[in-house]
Every structure is written in structure tokens, then in C-alpha cells.
């Protein structure tokens, strides 16, 4: 799917998958991707909506819901 939003364009097919969010019935709800310029993105499976978000989100958001995924993504984290 591609979408051009704010000039830029976003393309899950040639963007890094990074995780994909299964609702509590084990339905697919979103994927996060990663562009190769390192732009992150959430596809809204449902509405089939891109939506872009920061970097700083896309940490927030990984260090959250998914430990390894951060790490693929960003490395270790400094400790507290």
C-alpha cells in the first residue's frame, strides 16, 4: 500500500516491517513499519489508514508494548 502524506511518500512494501498488534480476539489491528530514511509508521489495518509518527513516539510506543522489538530497532537502552 502506498500513501503520500505531508509530501512524503510511505510504502509498506518496501518498508521495514517492525511489529504487527493482534486485538483480543486475535484480529489484526496495526503494523508498525520503519522506511528506509527512518521514518516510522503505524497501517490501520481496519480503516487502512497510514499514519505517520515521530521517532521519539516510535520509541515510547516500542519501549511500552515490545522490549525486543525496541531493541531490533534502536539497541539497548540505557539503564535507569
Given at each position: 500500500?502506498?500513501?503520500?502524506?505531508?509530501?512524503l511518500l510511505y510504502d509498506t512494501d518496501t518498508a521495514r516491517l517492525?511489529?504487527?498488534?493482534?486485538?483480543?480476539?486475535?484480529?489484526?489491528?496495526?503494523?508498525?513499519?520503519?522506511?528506509?530514511?527512518?521514518a516510522f509508521f503505524f497501517l490501520l489495518i481496519a480503516s487502512e489508514?497510514?499514519?505517520?509518527?515521530?521517532?521519539?513516539?516510535?520509541?515510547?510506543?516500542?519501549?511500552?508494548?515490545?522490549?525486543?522489538?525496541?531493541?531490533?530497532?534502536?539497541?539497548?537502552?540505557?539503564?535507569?
Amino acid at each position: 500500500m502506498k500513501k503520500v502524506i505531508k509530501n512524503l511518500l510511505y510504502d509498506t512494501d518496501t518498508a521495514r516491517l517492525i511489529i504487527s498488534e493482534v486485538g483480543s480476539g486475535g484480529t489484526l489491528i496495526k503494523r508498525l513499519y520503519m522506511t528506509e530514511n527512518r521514518a516510522f509508521f503505524f497501517l490501520l489495518i481496519a480503516s487502512e489508514e497510514i499514519v505517520p509518527i515521530s521517532e521519539a513516539e516510535c520509541r515510547e510506543w516500542l519501549g511500552l508494548f515490545n522490549y525486543n522489538a525496541y531493541v531490533s530497532v534502536f539497541g539497548e537502552p540505557q539503564k535507569a
